[in-house]
């Protein structure tokens, strides 16, 4: 089959803008997320607790034991213990190794999590 070569545009593309935060969420990350990440990583000198196969020993970022999305948002995720402080390849092996992550404590899995910060109706 023939096919005729692409034509290129001289033109950029077009970008659409970020969504702002709600008032309540920049609130949120100004009085609690943003504060809890600078702590748990600290000024980049402490040990990585991981210390998986890959570890850098230092760490560069945050893991969530209880990620976002299983547990139903950012506002329930963060609990105390929830952020640690992690390498970035430490963080990468969690993600790609969740059987080892589970069994080290270092990924909770869905059938873990409790309904604790779901709201009940009352019986």
Known sequence: ??????????KPMKRSRLKPRSKKMDKFYKEVRIPAVIQAVGDGKRPCPVKSQVCTHYVQG??????RGRAGGILVAHKPGNIIGTC????????SHPQWAKDNGWLVSN?????????????
């Open 1 to 10: 089959m023939k096919r005729s070569a692409m034509k290129r545009s001289t």
């Open 62 to 67: 945050i893991h969530e034991v209880l990620s």
């Open 88 to 95: 970035h390849a430490c963080n990468s092996y969690i993600s």
């Open 111 to 123: 059938s873990e999590v409790t309904n604790d910060n779901k709201q009940t109706k009352p019986t």
